[in-house]
């Protein structure tokens, strides 16, 4: 199963790690392993800190993912 199956479209129907956690029944770890593999693999998986993941809604919510990941990577 595909984290990303799992997933709506926009920032608005994010599911939080805790929620995918429960569908799936695997730990954080895993599951965070399992986005990062599906993002090598050209699926586009966002995050924010307050709402969980999602599939992007537009290009612009893909840029301002991009943004934060840069961001966040020169801290």
């Known amino acids: 199963m595909r984290i990303a199956d799992l997933l709506s479209h926009g920032q608005e129907n994010a599911v939080p790690l805790r929620q995918l956690m429960v569908i ?3 730990d954080g770890r895993t599951i965070r392993e399992k986005i990062a593999a599906e993002r090598l693999g050209g699926v ?3 995050s924010n800190n307050s709402t969980g993941y999602f599939l992007p809604r537009n290009k612009g919510e893909r840029d301002r993912f991009v943004r ?4 966040r990577a020169k801290e």
């Open 24 to 26: 799936t029944g695997a």
């Open 44 to 46: 586009p998986i966002l």
């Open 68 to 71: 934060s990941m840069r961001h």
